[in-house]
């Protein structure tokens, strides 16, 4: 090559690397204005940060020239309270996609701190992880997050223990962009369809061309493509077949009245075909019909299918190896049907809450079935060929609207790990790897009910964590990496198996779907957000507007202590009367959700009695219903000695209130004893309200696992659950989890 030529082909290659680095930069580029908090005065907040208080906490959050990352300053963070939230705030528009949120944090000894993104228009919390931090060096966190749509961030990282936190070099940096999904292809495959590999012979049609006009084509079968799944519409068997894009078949779907009959699909429509959607008509029918049964299939670039049945077509059969059968639930737990606990049923009936995941055989798939409210029944049929560990089908009758279904692929999808007694009081690894972040659930039995967990991006915080009643303990379950672990004690045994899968998102790529969003894309607004109930999963707050101490007794009294042990009582008294007075708040508060509770239980007696007088034949069915709800009035009783009174807290204000008169030697022992009754009387309802949420829960669960053989107590499970649903809304922060 002459010198000329090697000259241009160094202009060319440096011309590329710069573009490349160039396009590199626009896909790394970080979002967070002023990151490194090199903007602003030591002393003041950051330009374009601000700081929030919540709870009663109290500290600073200013901009230091000490401890620097990098650059020049950094952000000092100190929470010099027991109680509340104490973090910056910095507002930053996220538009769809991946994105990486990073920063660097330091402490002077081993905290625990939390690093959010809240969406500021609903207060959805896209990250919200709890971040351990040893002491003395400069450490780097990293999540992945993710949008389908732009919304308005806000960026919080702060504090809820005392202590000092410096933050540096906060990024939120967009991924690359996702991978556009390649255009729907339509096939004929000329002469009835046989192999899904051979398409020797096939013909594609042409985007924009309908067969309708033409009765004479196509010539073969019908199948659809995408990026994820091959839809074939097979006229031999009068089936319409859903593979992954591995070739794997997933799902038969026929309709319900054929089941099991020889048919055919006689008519096979493309009523429209462009790039981004198809529409086909398929008419199913048998020997022994006079008129077929239709429905209309509309198939798009994701991985779902719409299915319109006609009038005449009074449901849809879904025939897949189903495992595990979920009926997800928002506020309460899941309800998690296996064949093998119903041995000699024929048919499962469970309740129809427009949306469904069957785990199939394999862990390396989940079908995910959607449907808008109405009329619509779902059944379950265990397997006809001796195979009872799976359920066959699940089927659908309809009130003539539309049911969308979606296949999910992954190796490792979800889990099934067998528990040991050997697991009891030590860590566990296991062999499964998660394939991709999520929000893992499990469930796990607590005070012998199925209670649901989330897997936690860690181990237990030190000291472990605390649950009313319960004590503290290790919770347990968290990632190590991509690496599942367990911890099991007396309150939460080894029994049974674990069923690792995920609902929604948390970290998730846009390039992988979750049931939720299936749910968001296929159900109307109202529907959908019925369905998730963000508000009703939010925890009441038990903390006082105006609070001056904190929220909980024990936590509360606490803080109290030392002033009376130094003698301040006098000169603090303030700040003692306003302790008792959120001590006060907090237990009006605690006493009316357990009188929520009451009013429930005493309600749903009333709905069974009537029920029985009309229905006596399905009276061992309510029975059980009626016992369990006892069991929640049994529980208030049992309790209400100890939890006494609000005219009893309110003496017991009084009388700490009386200590900060005048200082005594007696003070202190006075108080002591004073601190003993608030506690007893705090902790008393707080493991109440714990008890009556988790009963609630199980009367939740048997209503819909005890109506699976008789058909006749679907509607009346239905609607226990439906009240049961409404009165576990807002739970408060000593019932269950927070995550929950």
């Known amino acids: 090559m002459s010198a000329q030529g090697v000259h241009r082909l160094l202009l060319w290659s440096t011309a590329l690397i710069l573009l490349l680095m160039a396009d590199a930069e626009a896909i790394a580029q970080n979002i967070v204005s002023n990151s490194g908090f090199e903007i602003g005065a030591a002393g003041e907040l950051p330009e374009e940060w601000r700081d929030q208080k919540e709870g009663g906490a109290e500290g600073r959050v200013i901009l230091t020239d000490r401890e620097a990352h990098s650059g020049k300053r950094c952000l000092f963070i100190e929470h010099t309270n027991e109680i509340g939230y104490i973090h910056p705030n910095k507002s930053v528009e996220i538009e769809p996609g991946d994105y990486t949120f990073s920063f660097w944090a330091k402490s002077g000894e081993e905290v625990q701190f939390l690093a959010q993104i809240y969406c500021e228009t609903d207060w959805s919390i896209p990250v919200d992880e709890s971040c351990n931090l040893k002491g003395g060096q400069w450490t780097r966190f990293e999540f992945s997050v993710s949008s389908f749509e732009t919304f308005p961030g806000s960026i919080q990282i702060g504090l809820t223990v005392p202590g000092c936190l410096w933050l540096d070099d906060v990024e939120l940096t967009k991924k690359g962009g996702a991978k556009k999904a390649a255009n729907i292809q339509i096939w004929d495959t000329v002469s009835p369809f046989l192999n899904l590999q051979d398409k020797a012979g096939w013909e594609i049609v042409p985007a924009g061309r309908a067969t309708h006009a033409s009765p004479l084509w196509p010539q073969g079968d019908i199948v659809l493509e995408n990026d994820y799944l091959t839809v074939a519409f097979r006229s031999k068997t009068g089936k319409v077949i859903v593979f992954s894009k591995s070739g794997r078949k997933r799902v038969e779907l026929t309709p319900a009245q054929l089941k099991g009959k020889a048919a055919n699909i006689i008519t096979c429509k493309v009523l429209s075909n462009t790039d981004d959607e198809a529409v086909v008509e398929a008419h199913f029918s048998t020997e022994e019909m006079e008129k077929s049964l239709f429905a209309i299939f509309s198939f798009s670039k994701k991985q779902i299918i719409q299915v319109k ?49 069957g785990l199939l055989s394999g862990e390396d798939s989940m079908l995910v079935i959607t449907w808008p409210r109405g009329k619509q029944e779902i059944r379950l049929t265990p397997n006809e060929k001796g195979e009872r560990h799976v359920f066959e089908s699940v089927e659908f009758e309809n009130d003539g609207k539309s049911i969308h279904l979606a296949i999910l692929d992954a190796p490792g999808i979800w889990h099934k790990e067998d528990l040991k007694p050997s697991y009891l009081e030590k860590n566990v690894a296991i062999d499964w790897k998660r394939p991709f972040p999520a929000k893992w659930i499990t469930q796990l039995y607590e005070d012998g009910v199925k209670t649901e967990y989330t897997f936690k991006e860690s181990e237990s915080k030190k000291g472990g964590y605390w649950r009313a009643g319960i004590g503290w303990f290790t919770y347990p379950v968290w990632f190590e990496g991509e690496n599942p672990f367990y911890h099991f004690s007396k309150k939460t045994p080894p029994k049974g198996e674990s069923l690792i899968y995920f609902l929604e998102r948390k970290g998730t790529p846009i390039s992988v779907s979750t049931p939720v969003d299936i749910m968001k894309e296929t159900l109307d607004g109202q529907t959908y957000e019925g369905i998730l109930d963000s508000e009703g999963r939010r925890t009441r707050s038990l903390t006082r507007p105006d609070c001056v101490v904190g929220a ?7 803080a109290l202590k030392p002033i009376f042990e130094a003698g301040e009582e006098v000169e603090k008294k303030e700040y003692v009367k306003g302790g008792t007075e959120d001590m006060v708040y907090f237990l009006t508060k605690e006493r009316e959700r357990a009188e929520e509770y009451q009013d429930f239980a005493h309600e749903m007696i009333e709905f069974l009695a009537l029920t029985k007088k009309d229905k006596p034949d399905l009276r061992p069915f309510l029975d059980r219903m009626e016992g369990i709800t006892r069991e929640i009035i ?70 819909g696992y005890n109506c699976v053989g008789q058909r006749e107590t679907l509607e009346i499970a239905e609607e226990i659950r439906r009240r049961a649903t409404k009165c576990l809304r807002r739970p408060g922060d000593y019932e269950i989890w927070s995550n929950y």
């Open 552 to 558: 909980a007794t024990c936590g509360v009294t606490d």
């Open 309 to 357: 049945p006609a009038e005449n077509m009074k449901g849809v059969s879904f025939h897949s190896p189903i495992e595990f059968a979920i009926v997800p639930s928002f506020i309460s737990d899941d309800l998690i049907f296996d064949a093998r606990d119903y041995p000699s049923a024929e048919t499962f009936y469970i309740p129809s809450e427009n949306l469904f995941l």
């Open 634 to 703: 049994s529980a208030y009783q049992h309790e209400k000695e100890n939890i006494k009174d609000i005219e009893y807290a309110r003496e017991l204000a009084r009388k700490t209130q009386s200590l900060t008169q005048r200082k005594s030697r007696g003070n202190l022992a006075a108080f002591m004893k004073l601190k003993g009754k608030w506690t007893g009387m705090g902790g008393a309802v707080d493991n109440l309200n714990r008890k009556l949420h988790t009963l609630t829960r199980k009367l939740f669960q048997e209503a």
